[in-house]
T-cell receptor, first 113, second 117 residues
Framework: DVKVTQSSRYLVKRTGEKVFLECVQD?????MFWYRQDPGLGLRLIYF???????EKGDIPEGYSVSREKKERFSLILESASTNQTSMYLC????????????FGDGTRLSIL | AQKITQTQPGMFVQEKEAVTLDCTYD???????LFWYKQPSSGEMIFLIY??????QNATEGRYSLNFQKARKSANLVISASQLGDSAMYFC??????????????FGTGTLLAVQP
């Protein structure tokens, strides 16, 4: 089974802090994704990566950056956390073949105080 | 632009009954893929079922089936014999075609299903 592991289930940080959310997958998938999920808005793509060191902006990249130094690991960085970044963050991965499903981690509930 | 619409924010179903969750989509492409995911209250997203636009048969996976009506651009999820464990949020999604094999997905806003005993 595909395993996507997010480093924390719950995280509380202060406004202005630099926050790192880590995601690791064990299936050698080329594609990795970061989403945020807010009530009534569904899942919105922040960034994705289709290979090591490659990244593309999603629909809501402002205030975020990402890093993919190794194939299995995709990090989301909040450069200076703000209260409007309080949300559920979901990481996913998929192979680089058409119409393969994305496999998700358990999510990180991030609160910025 | 591609779009997924789920018009039912929430619904109830009695245990052991069947339920249909609606999903309509908008795309100008001929080749596309549709996915359904389940998200229990614990938060993880679980892949349920996939339908390709050129698939002639409706997809089925155990108690899940997809009622695919291409002309109407609908891809409704049918859950047969509902169980209490089916209570969850359900998301419909479509592969974004210009994303190629990156398998980027566009998600609907979800339907919250509550199964009553």
């Amino acid at each position: 089974d595909v395993k996507v592991t997010q480093s924390s289930r719950y995280l509380v940080k202060r406004t202005g802090e630099k926050v790192f959310l880590e995601c690791v997958q064990d299936m050698d998938h080329e594609n990795m994704f970061w989403y945020r999920q807010d009530p009534g808005l569904g899942l919105r793509l922040i960034y994705f990566s289709y290979d090591v060191k490659m990244k593309e902006k999603g629909d809501i990249p402002e205030g975020y950056s990402v890093s993919r130094e190794k194939k299995e690991r995709f990090s989301l960085i909040l450069e200076s956390a703000s209260t409007n970044q309080t949300s559920m963050y979901l990481c996913a991965s998929s192979p680089k073949r058409y119409n393969q499903p994305q496999h998700f981690g358990d999510g990180t509930r991030l609160s910025i105080l | 632009a591609q779009k997924i619409t789920q018009t039912q924010p929430g619904m109830f179903v009695q245990e052991k009954e069947a339920v249909t969750l609606d999903c309509t989509y908008d795309t100008s492409d001929q080749s596309y893929g549709l996915f359904w995911y389940k998200q229990p209250s614990s938060g993880e997203m679980i892949f349920l079922i996939y339908q390709g636009s050129y698939d002639e048969q409706n997809a089925t996976e155990g108690r899940y089936s997809l009622n695919f009506q291409k002309a109407r651009k609908s891809a409704n999820l049918v859950i047969s014999a509902s169980q209490l464990g089916d209570s969850a949020m359900y998301f419909c999604a479509m592969r974004e075609n210009r994303g190629g094999a990156t398998n980027k997905l566009i998600f609907g806003t979800g339907t919250l299903l509550a199964v009553q005993p």
